[in-house]
């Protein structure tokens, strides 16, 4: 995997990049993408292998866009990551603490962290992303700002970590999506249990999702993810995304989908990976 090119959303130092390099390994060649849609175009268009996509976070929730960009998209689902998210103060080499007087970053992460910001006489202001706020405060190099961004991002920067952990909550994770174009695999434990993520839609009738749920209830199939989105172009019509556990090839689930696609107008089978139980079990 030497020279193997995973695209990603933000700055050197995001957290995304961090989960790309966990999950792919540190060989792998990150390419920073201006949004969402270039990771997903860099994919589509073979300038890389492999995408990295936050789909949801622990605290804030789903990340909309990318389930808008799943389906507009014919791209799938090779894996997952489960990647702690801790948030450190940076600031320029000798800075004290008690020099700051703003603190830059992305508006989520000055959230998770308002209440430790909160005994501290430090003004927050929000920027575009936490890995590009530790690049601003380098190239600002003014030594009253400080950023709140990963522990990567300082040593990219060459910037001092003042505090650790800054977030509120230690229960922070994001899961991230690993991408790819059809066809291509990653190699996988013989015996490593599978999720499999879907999205479908239903006609607008009594009992439909009931319906559609029960196909996975009377099999003894676990949901760990239910997200509806609006459909475009038809209001107050739904697409459901669903994540289960197991693989599309099980015989249950090929069932399960089989029943769903009866019930269903459109049906499209995301992808089956490897599931990530770092952040699920703990």
């Known amino acids: 995997m030497g020279s193997m090119r995973v695209a990603f959303q933000g700055e050197a130092g995001a ?3 961090a989960a790309a390099l966990a999950f792919f390994g540190s060989q792998v060649e990150t390419v920073a993408c201006h949004n969402f ?3 997903f175009a860099s994919v589509t268009n073979t300038n890389c292998r492999f995408g990295i996509i936050p789909i949801e976070n622990s ?4 990340i909309h866009r990318n389930y808008d960009l799943l389906l507009r998209n014919n791209l799938h689902l090779v894996g997952e990551h489960y990647l702690r998210v801790s948030h450190c103060l940076l600031a320029l080499p000798g800075v004290q603490l008690d020099e700051i007087k703003t603190v830059h970053s992305h508006p989520q992460a000055l959230a998770q962290c308002e209440a430790n910001l909160s005994n501290l006489p430090i003004r927050p202001v929000a920027e575009a992303d936490t890995a ?3 690049k601003l405060i380098r190239a600002m190099n003014d030594r009253s700002a400080a950023a709140l961004a990963s522990h990567r991002a300082a040593s990219v920067y060459q910037l001092e970590i003042l505090v650790e952990n800054m977030e509120d909550n230690p229960a922070n994770f994001t899961r991230f999506l690993a991408l790819a174009s059809p066809g291509e695999i ?3 434990p013989a015996e ?4 499999t993520s879907i999205v479908f ?3 607008n009738q009594p009992g439909s999702l009931f ?3 029960s196909v996975f209830a009377l099999r003894d199939i676990d949901l760990t993810k239910i997200e509806s989105r609006p459909m475009p172009g038809r209001p107050w019509e739904y697409l459901f995304y669903i994540d289960f556990i197991g693989s599309a090839q099980d015989q249950v689930c090929t069932r399960a989908i089989a029943h769903l696609e009866e019930l269903a107008p459109f049906l499209r089978i995301l992808g089956s990976y490897p599931r990530d139980v770092t952040a699920e079990t703990g």
């Open 211 to 213: 319906k559609a749920m």
């Open 186 to 188: 990653l190699p996988a």
């Open 132 to 134: 590009g706020s530790a």
């Open 192 to 195: 490593v249990e599978y999720k």
């Open 37 to 39: 849609d270039d990771v």
């Open 15 to 17: 957290y995304s990049e």
């Open 59 to 62: 605290l804030a929730g789903s």
């Open 201 to 203: 839609s239903l006609h």
